[in-house]
Structures are given as C-alpha cells and as structure tokens.
C-alpha cells in the first residue's frame, strides 16, 4: 500500500516514476485542447455567416445547390479562419451544426465543396476540428 520505501531496488524506483509521468501525460492529453482556443471565437458570429445557408443545410434534397450570397458567406468565414482561429470556428461549427433541427448531413458535409472553399470546414457534429 502506497509508495514503496526509497530503500528498494532503483529499477522499480523508475518503473515508479515512469507510471507517474505517465499519470501525467494521460492527464494532460485528456483535457479538450480546444476548449481553450474556443473561447476565443464567438460561436454566434460563425452562425451568422450560415444564416444565408439555412435553407441549403435543412432542405431535404442533396441535388439542391447553395445560393450564392450563402457561397459568399462561406467563402467570407474562410477567409477570416486562420490559423488557431480555424480550430476555434471549427469547434462552433461542430455546437451550431447540433442546434440546427432537421440539419442534411450530406448537404452540410457538401457545403464546402458546392462553394469551392477547399479546407475542411464543414457543419458537421462529427469533424475533426483538429485536422480543420
Ligand atoms: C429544396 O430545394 C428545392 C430546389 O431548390 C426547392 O424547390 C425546395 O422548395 C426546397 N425545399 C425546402 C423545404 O426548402
């Protein structure tokens, strides 16, 4: 029970230290490193820029096409997303993508696409902001 005496064998004095560095590393690594980098973009501006969207991201079909001032709008965000900013929106997009009731998946996971914004900026509750 508990730390054994400093009079043991020095191997498993850093087997111990080991396990505890490691301890640390698991508890380091499982804190959201987003969560930070979120804070600093406001999520309720990144939904404006899909207002234009709406009709695109609910509509039923994936033969519809976004409007053009929804592409501008896009097109406008990903130009303001840059660098660390980039997790941080793609982190909203993630919460707004939630929030939107009868969201197309597939039109969402298109949007970027249909508009010609290459980067993996999509409205979808399953991206990996990390790899934004
Ligand atoms: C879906 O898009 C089609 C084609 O633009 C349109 O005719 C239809 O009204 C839309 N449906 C809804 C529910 O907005």
Redesign the pocket.
């Known amino acids: 029970m508990g730390i054994p005496a400093m009079n043991s064998s020095p191997c498993l004095s850093v087997t111990l230290m080991m396990l505890i560095m490691l301890e640390m590393l698991i508890v380091v690594c499982t804190v959201k490193p987003t969560e930070a980098i979120t804070a600093n973009v406001n999520c309720n501006k990144v939904n404006n820029y899909f207002i234009p969207c709406i009709?695109y991201l609910i509509?039923r079909?994936t033969r519809?096409r976004p409007s053009i001032a929804c592409c501008r709008s896009v097109k406008s965000l990903n130009a303001a997303s840059r660098g660390l900013v980039r997790v941080g929106v793609c982190e909203c997009l993630k919460i707004n993508a939630r929030r939107i009731g009868g969201l197309n998946q597939r039109n969402a996971a298109t949007l970027p696409g249909k508009c010609g914004v290459r980067i993996n900026l999509r409205v979808s509750p399953t991206t990996n902001c990390r790899r934004a």
């Open positions: 009709g509509n079909s519809v």
